[in-house]
């Protein structure tokens, strides 16, 4: 039987991306919100547009587009700032910190490009937060990753698509 050398050499993407979400996923439980940010790259796009539910020929177009009302259109720097603001005890709506569990499973590279790699990911986040409140969140990433010089992985964009058309959370307030 001979071995598909491109066949290993997609495994070990699939296996070093894959490390890389739960690497990911574990800064974000633990608040180590100063390493997740190094996980970003500094032409970061981060998009979380807003759902729709459609019928008929409205159907494919549930989401709404860049440049357009959205939960989050954010860069680098303003990842940057949020993860500052959490920082400083005066982010009211973390204040203390929600716990937060971070579930990604699916991821399937579905472009590959020189050093950027298209990734899909299916993800489910559990977050409580003080005696009485308890969110999940679920649904879809779709991420471009760089590879970094020292050949670790960088998020240049992420658009989050949430299964929800109506958020029922207090707060978005969390790190998808």
């Given at each position: 039987m001979s071995t598909d050398i491109r066949a290993i050499s997609d495994i070990d993407l699939w296996f070093s991306i894959t490390q890389f979400y739960s690497r990911e996923a574990r800064y974000l439980d633990d608040l180590e919100f100063?390493?997740?940010v190094g996980l970003l790259a500094e032409d970061l796009r981060y998009w979380m547009p807003i759902v729709s539910n459609r019928i008929g020929r409205g159907i494919g177009s549930?989401?709404?587009e860049?440049?357009?009302?959205?939960?989050?259109?954010?860069?680098?720097v303003s990842m940057s700032n949020r993860v500052k603001r959490l920082a400083t005890g005066r982010?009211?709506?973390?204040?203390?910190?929600?716990?937060t569990n971070h579930m990604v499973s699916n991821v399937e590279i579905v472009g590959k490009e020189n050093k950027m790699v298209q990734v899909t990911s299916k993800f489910l986040i559990y977050r409580s937060h003080m005696e009485t409140d308890q969110e999940v969140f679920s649904g879809t990433r779709k991420d471009v990753l760089r590879e970094d010089a020292d050949t670790t992985w960088k998020v240049a964009d992420r658009t989050i698509v949430l299964d929800h058309a109506v958020l029922m959370q207090k707060s978005l307030g969390i790190f998808f």
């Amino acid at each position: 039987m001979s071995t598909d050398i491109r066949a290993i050499s997609d495994i070990d993407l699939w296996f070093s991306i894959t490390q890389f979400y739960s690497r990911e996923a574990r800064y974000l439980d633990d608040l180590e919100f100063d390493k997740w940010v190094g996980l970003l790259a500094e032409d970061l796009r981060y998009w979380m547009p807003i759902v729709s539910n459609r019928i008929g020929r409205g159907i494919g177009s549930e989401l709404t587009e860049r440049g357009h009302l959205a939960h989050f259109e954010d860069d680098y720097v303003s990842m940057s700032n949020r993860v500052k603001r959490l920082a400083t005890g005066r982010a009211w709506a973390e204040t203390p910190p929600g716990r937060t569990n971070h579930m990604v499973s699916n991821v399937e590279i579905v472009g590959k490009e020189n050093k950027m790699v298209q990734v899909t990911s299916k993800f489910l986040i559990y977050r409580s937060h003080m005696e009485t409140d308890q969110e999940v969140f679920s649904g879809t990433r779709k991420d471009v990753l760089r590879e970094d010089a020292d050949t670790t992985w960088k998020v240049a964009d992420r658009t989050i698509v949430l299964d929800h058309a109506v958020l029922m959370q207090k707060s978005l307030g969390i790190f998808f």
